[in-house]
C-alpha cells in the first residue's frame, strides 16, 4: 500500500462549487504540505503544517483553506472552485528535522490530485 | 523572478547519449533536493546534498553542489528511457524549518 494517498485522483468540477481535496499518510510523519503544480511554474507551496495544531500559509494560500484532522490527515479545500484553480495538487509529508547538520527533510509525495474547474 | 532556475526547461536526447540538467539559486542554500516526476505521478526523491563541493551518485545519475552552495548539477550518464521525465530540483533554505521552494522542471525525453 502506498504511504501517502490522495482522493480523489481526478476530479472536474464547475466554477463557484467548494471542493475538498484529501491527504492521508501512514508514514508517522508530524509535517504535512499541499502543493499545485502548474505548467512552466513548477511546484508552489499552498499550506503546510509541522503538527496537528499547526498550521501555516505558503506563497499561494489565497483562495484555499486546510483542516489537519489527525496526525496522518489533511486536507485542502477550495471554497469557491474557479477556473484558474486547474491544476495538478500534491500532498506531500515529512518527517520533524533533527536540526543538526548532515540532517535533512526528504518530502514523500502523494499521487496526485488532478483538478479541473470549468 | 524565480528564486531557483533549472535549465534547461526541456531536453530530447537519443538513448545512451549523456545529459545535464542545472539548478541554480540566488541565495544560498542549507540544502538541495533532487526529485524525478514520471508523467502525471508524484515525485521521488532521488538524493539531497547539503555540503558545499558534495557529489553523490545512484546507478547512472550524479548529483554535485558547488562550493558556493548555490547551484548544483544533475549528470545522467549512457540514458535510458527509464530516465525519462520531468526532473525538480527543491531548495531548503537556512531557518525556512523544512519548507522546500522548487524550481520550475526539466522536461527530458530519451529516444531509441
Known amino acids: 500500500d502506498a504511504d501517502v494517498t490522495q482522493t480523489p485522483r481526478n476530479r472536474i468540477t464547475k466554477t463557484g462549487k467548494r471542493i475538498m481535496l484529501e491527504c492521508s499518510q501512514t508514514?508517522?510523519?508530524?509535517?504535512m504540505y499541499w502543493y499545485r503544480q502548474d505548467p512552466g511554474l513548477g511546484l508552489r507551496l499552498i499550506y503546510y503544517?509541522?503538527?496537528?495544531?499547526?498550521?501555516n500559509k505558503g506563497e499561494i494560500s489565497d483562495g484555499y483553506s486546510v483542516s489537519r484532522q489527525a496526525q496522518a490527515k489533511f486536507s485542502l479545500s477550495l471554497e469557491s472552485a474557479i477556473p484558474n484553480q486547474t491544476a495538478l495538487y500534491f500532498c506531500?509529508?515529512?518527517?520533524?528535522?533533527?536540526?543538526?547538520?548532515?540532517?535533512?527533510?526528504?518530502?514523500?509525495f502523494g499521487p496526485g490530485t488532478r483538478l479541473t474547474v470549468l | 523572478s524565480q528564486e531557483l532556475e533549472q535549465s534547461p526547461q526541456s531536453l530530447i536526447v537519443q538513448e545512451g547519449k549523456n545529459l545535464t540538467i542545472n539548478c541554480t539559486s540566488s541565495?544560498?542554500?542549507?540544502?538541495l533536493y533532487w526529485y524525478k516526476q514520471k508523467y502525471g505521478e508524484g515525485l521521488i526523491f532521488l538524493m539531497m546534498?547539503?555540503?558545499?563541493?558534495e557529489e553523490k551518485s545512484h546507478e547512472k545519475i550524479t548529483a554535485k553542489l558547488d562550493e558556493k552552495k548555490q547551484q548544483s548539477s544533475l549528470h545522467i550518464t549512457a540514458s535510458q528511457p527509464s530516465h525519462a521525465g520531468i526532473y525538480l530540483c527543491?531548495?531548503?533554505?537556512?531557518?525556512?524549518?523544512?519548507?522546500?521552494?522548487f524550481g520550475t522542471g526539466t522536461r527530458l525525453q530519451v529516444t531509441l
Open positions: 546534498l547539503q555540503k558545499g563541493g
Open positions: 503544517s509541522f503538527d496537528v495544531k499547526d498550521i
Open positions: 506531500a509529508t515529512s518527517d520533524r528535522a533533527s536540526g543538526s547538520v548532515g540532517s535533512y527533510n526528504e518530502q514523500f
Open positions: 541565495k544560498t542554500l542549507y540544502g
Open positions: 508514514k508517522g510523519h508530524d509535517r
Open positions: 527543491g531548495a531548503e533554505r537556512t531557518g525556512t524549518a523544512s519548507k522546500l521552494t
